[in-house]
C-alpha cells in the first residue's frame, strides 16, 4: 500500500491477482532475513532470547514476558509508519448454548471496567471498554496501548477474513479468498 502506491491497494485484506503476487513476491525475497515466520509464540520467544531473530512480528503479551525475564530481554514494539495489521479480542456465543442467559452474563463481566482493564493490562492491549482506563494499576495503561489516540488506529487495518468477493467494495475484479491466502503462507513459510 505505502511503498507501491501503483497497485491501487487499499484494504490489505482485499487483494486482486496482481497486488496478492506482489505482496507473495515481496515475502519470498524477504526470506533469507527472516529466520522464522510467527507459527509459535515459544519458538518466536526462545529466538528472540538467543538473538536467532532480531525483527518480527508478535503480540503484545510475549513482548512483556520477554521484557519481565531475568535477566530482561530488550525488545520494543513499534509501529511502522506505513501502518499495521491488528485484531480485537472477542468472545463468542454458540448458536446451541444451552443456557443464553449463563453466557450473556458472563460476557457482560468480561466486558466490565474492572475486568476489562485486568485483562487488558495482562495481555498488554488497549481495553475495549473506556470506563476500564480509570481502573488499570498502571495509570498510564491506556496511553502506552493508545486506548484514546483516535489518530493512532487509522492506519491499522482490523483482520478481516479475504474473500473473492472484494471487501473494499470494487467490483470489477476477483479478490484472493482466505483459502488462496492459506495456500500461499504455506509455500512461503516452506
Not at 19 to 46: C, G, N
Not at 145 to 174: I, L, N, S
Amino acid at each position: 500500500m505505502a511503498t507501491k502506491p501503483e497497485l491501487g491497494i487499499k484494504n490489505p485484506y482485499a487483494l486482486d491477482d496482481t497486488q496478492f503476487a506482489a505482496a507473495i513476491d515481496l515475502l519470498k525475497q524477504q526470506k533469507p532475513s527472516v529466520t522464522q515466520r510467527w507459527v509459535d509464540y515459544l519458538k518466536q520467544m526462545d529466538d528472540f532470547r538467543s538473538g536467532t531473530s532480531n525483527v518480527g512480528t508478535t503480540w503484545q503479551i510475549i513482548t512483556n514476558l520477554l521484557k519481565a525475564e531475568k535477566p530482561p530481554v530488550a525488545v520494543d514494539v513499534i509501529k511502522p509508519k506505513e501502518g499495521a495489521t491488528g485484531w480485537s479480542d472477542t468472545w463468542m456465543i454458540n448458536s446451541k448454548t444451552k443456557n443464553l442467559a449463563c453466557a450473556y452474563a458472563y460476557i457482560d463481566y468480561l466486558t466490565s471496567p474492572a475486568t476489562n482493564a485486568k485483562i487488558a493490562e495482562w495481555f498488554g492491549e488497549a481495553p475495549g471498554n473506556s470506563k476500564s482506563c480509570a481502573l488499570t494499576v498502571d495509570p498510564n495503561h491506556c496511553t502506552i496501548f493508545h486506548a484514546d489516540d483516535d489518530a493512532f488506529w487509522k492506519d491499522v487495518w482490523y483482520w478481516q477474513t479475504p474473500e473473492a468477493k472484494c471487501v473494499d467494495g470494487r467490483t470489477d475484479v476477483q479478490c484472493k479468498d482466505f483459502g488462496e491466502w492459506i495456500k500461499a503462507w504455506t509455500e512461503v513459510k516452506g
